[in-house]
Every structure is written in C-alpha cells, then in structure tokens.
C-alpha cells in the first residue's frame, strides 16, 4: 500500500498535527507491508524530514507556494498525486487542510475522509471518525482506493514515530496554467497575548468551578509556574472572563499537550472532544462524580480554590 502524506510547515517548522499524522501513515505501512513518501513546500521542513523512518521526501520549491494558496497547492498535490499513485493520501486536520483538501478531492475525484481520530488496522482499514458533536463515533471502511484521509489534533504521537533516514527529492513545478482566482489576504496574525493552544505542552484549563473572574489570576499564576498556557471551558469564555480562543472543545480548539489540567470543570463532551489526546489528565474537582474522573491519570478529589494555592506554594518553593 502507498501512503503520500502532506507535511504542512508553520513559519519554516513542521506543523505539529502533521507529524502526528505520520505515525497513522507509519502504522499502516508497518501492517500493510506499505511505502511512505512524504511531501512538503518547504525545504527546511524537507530536510527535518529525513530522520523519520519515510521512503523518500518530495520538496517543491517555487514562490508560488512560499505562501498558503489553495490553487497553486492543489496544483503541486496533483502532480505528486499522479507521478506516485498513493494509495492514500494523509493530512493533520489542520485550518489549511479544511480550507484546500475538500477541493483537491474534488478535482481529483477522490473521496476525503475527514478529522478522524484513529485507525483500526484489521484486514480491512477502518477509519474512526466522530460524528454529531462527538456523541457517536463510528467506523469507515472503502470499497476502493484511492482515499484521502486527515486526523485531528492529538489523535497520534508524534514522540512514536519510527525514525530512519531518508532523501529528499526537491523539484520545480510548471504552474503556467494556473489560473489564480484565489489570492489569501496576510496571515492572521495572533496578537502578542494570544496563543495557539494547539502547540502547548502543558495547559491548565479552567472551568466553572472557579466561581468567580476575581479567582481568576491564581490560575494564571499555576499556569505561569508551570510554563504552560490557560484555557477553558465555554462557560468561562460566554460570561466574558477569558478570550474565545482559550476555549477547549468542540466549539474550540483541538489540543493535546503532554499535560493538561483541568479545574473544576465537569467533563462535558463538547469540552472533552478537544483535549482527550492529551498524554497525561490531571482532573481537580470537588465532585467525585465528575465525569471527567473517567479520563483522568491522576485524579484529585477537592476545592480547586483550596489546591490551586497549594500547588503555586510547592512549586515556589
Ligand atoms: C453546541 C454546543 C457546543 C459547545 N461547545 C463547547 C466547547 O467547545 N467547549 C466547552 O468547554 N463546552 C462547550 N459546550 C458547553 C458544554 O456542554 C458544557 O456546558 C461545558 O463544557 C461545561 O463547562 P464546565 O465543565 O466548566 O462547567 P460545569 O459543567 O458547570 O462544571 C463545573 C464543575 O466544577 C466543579 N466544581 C465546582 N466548584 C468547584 C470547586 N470549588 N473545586 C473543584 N471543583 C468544583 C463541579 O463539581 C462541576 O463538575 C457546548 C455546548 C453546546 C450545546
């Protein structure tokens, strides 16, 4: 079987949920006696590649796609498209990915499957994927190839991937018959206070157990402490005490760093659709039968506004 995975680059570094998705391609590759070859409009990123276990790494280089332009994008896939013949095609399930891979499906007449959260490697492949808000998860299983596949944030490890070495091959693309109609404004940029949770290892998160905005800074200052970033439940965010874009969920952001906190919050499933690829759960809640005590590694039953203080004094001391 022949995996081509896309790997997106941030600012010249590999996007997170992209390598994570190249453990998915490995795992098949492992089961299914298969080739992984990668893919990348960067040649930094290009060459960080070839210490994983890949095939061969394939590098554009043009100005055209120095920049996100979804056009130019699906021209440069399907060149590659066509000379490797994948069987499958993967990608993280990142903003770029929901914006140009529903069209490069489209013109190439290849169905996607999107935002999955896993595989099942059996003598079919099915593929997991969420459905109405995260209530119901199900199995989806082809009749032919090929497929395009993404997988949401955290869905797998990227510290699990197999490294090995690798070449690349970079070369040039004709994009003469391009007709660009699509021309992105600049890339948002975030303001300096904002961050992107996605790429957090650590996050304490707060929720409604809080009480009160005034209580607010000592979860700042845990999160300082610890040298990670806050977020939130929705509750905190709709009564105006954090930014939207601390929000975790299925309204939110998709995280999974190496810790996560969660304080006083119940483990809604809108909230725990984001965040349950995180490796380690810390859950504080007053209630022993929250349940987010389901997911949790370490679970402590108690008044976050009595442990909160407590944590800040150990780790100053
Ligand atoms: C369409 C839709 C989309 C949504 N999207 C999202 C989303 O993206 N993200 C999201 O988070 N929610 C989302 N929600 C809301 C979600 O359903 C829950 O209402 C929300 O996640 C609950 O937040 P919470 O856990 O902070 O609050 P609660 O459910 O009220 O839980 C508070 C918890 O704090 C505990 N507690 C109280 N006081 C203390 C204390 N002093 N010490 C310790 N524990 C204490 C309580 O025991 C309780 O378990 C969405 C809802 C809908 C309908």
Redesign the pocket.
Known sequence: MKILIYIEDNDNKINSNSLESLKAAQDIKTNKNGEVYAVTFNDSVANELTKYDLDRVYSFKDSNLDDYSPLFFIKAMEKMIKEIKPDMIIFGHTYQTRDWVPRLSARLDIPFISDCTGIKIEDDLKFIRQLY?GKVTADFTVSSFPLILSFQSGSFRADQISNGSSEVDSSNIDFNDVVNTIHPDEKFQESESEVDLTQADVIVSV???I?KEDNLPMVNELAEKLGGNVAS????VDSGWLEPYH??????QTVSPKLYIA?????????VV?MKGSQNIVV????SN?P?FELADYAVV????EIIPKMIEVLDS
Not at 263 to 271: E, F, N, P, V
Request: glycine share 26%; hydrophobic share 30%; net charge positive.
């Open positions: 808000q929720g409604r157990g009480g439940s929705r509750p905190i929000q975790i969920g299925s309204s939110g304080l006083g919050m119940s483990g809604a499933i809108q909230h984001g504080i809640n007053k209630d929250a987010f108690g008044d976050i506004l």
